[in-house]
């Protein structure tokens, strides 16, 4: 007689993965917030060191985990600063840019770059929402593309270089890849 075999359930993460994700997500959340506190702009927007445990996460885990812990940063930095005006504008603003960040993982032999790729998809999201979505706060005779450049540039570029030198530091001491 032969015996019947049930399908196996396919799990997208497991435990391990999952556990990793929650706390490399609450370490990000914790690192904004005290962040936020440093600079913070008007409209939103601040030097966040909380993207160091995503990008150390996607450079670990690879882009599927480095996009979806993003994401997810993303809607928990919503809770720390929330501004909102459109549900694609919070699209743009909130889990796309930082699951961007995820892309990292595609550098995994160079992860300086895949900062400065991360960090470089995060900046078009939040540049396309500026121009979309908030061309009025461009001063008089400014181009709202030009103001949302600058704008956004004054608080990524810092982040993207502290970042930078932390996974490098992390790079070089080897503990990117601790307890895999």
Known sequence: MKQQTQPTKKTIFSTKILAEI?????????LSLVSHSFFSL??????NIGMVPIFWLALRRGPKIGIFA?????????????????PVQFILDYPLPFACLGLAAFFQKIPVAGVVVGVTGRFLCHFTSGVIYFPQYAPPGMSPIVYSAIYNAIYLVPSMIICAIVIGILQKSKILNIYL
């Open 22 to 30: 929650i706390v490399f997500v609450a370490m990000a959340g914790a």
């Open 42 to 47: 008007p409209q939103g927007g601040s030097i």
């Open 70 to 86: 993003g994401a997810v940063f993303g809607v928990v930095d919503l809770a720390i600063e929330p501004f909102v005006v459109n």
